[in-house]
């Protein structure tokens, strides 16, 4: 049992550090604020996400596995927030592509 959560921790931990990886291409790669607010939140929440379940499947003590549950609440309640705000702001200073948008449902404020 414990090869097997040893080897589904690695495969974890490869996936994640993948998806992190590819949220900095994005962050770095991307055109606009929207895509690179995009690039930096869903892949890389995942990333992290997958890394500490790595960490949790090779672990395994309970100490580290509550840490590793706090770790992971502060990012699910901390990066959506920030992309909200990131996006808001870019918006109102003007730096959004408004003829990109699909709906525009800040047009009238």
Do not use: N
């Not at 869903?42 to 997958?50: F, I, N, R, S, T």
């Not at 990066?79 to 990109?100: C, E, H, K, N």
């Amino acid at each position: 049992m414990g090869a097997i959560a040893d080897w589904l921790g690695g495969a974890c931990l490869l996936a994640g550090a993948l998806l992190s990886l590819a949220a900095g291409i994005g962050v770095l790669r991307f055109p606009d604020v929207l895509d690179r607010m995009h690039a930096a939140t869903k892949p890389q929440v995942l990333g992290v996400l997958l890394l500490l379940l790595g960490l949790a499947l090779r672990l395994r003590t309970p100490s580290d596995l509550g840490m590793i549950v706090l770790v992971a609440v502060f990012q699910l309640a901390t990066a959506p927030v920030a992309a909200q705000m990131i996006g808001r702001a870019a918006y109102r200073s003007g730096r959004v592509d408004r003829d990109l948008l699909d709906t525009d449902e800040l047009a009238g404020r």
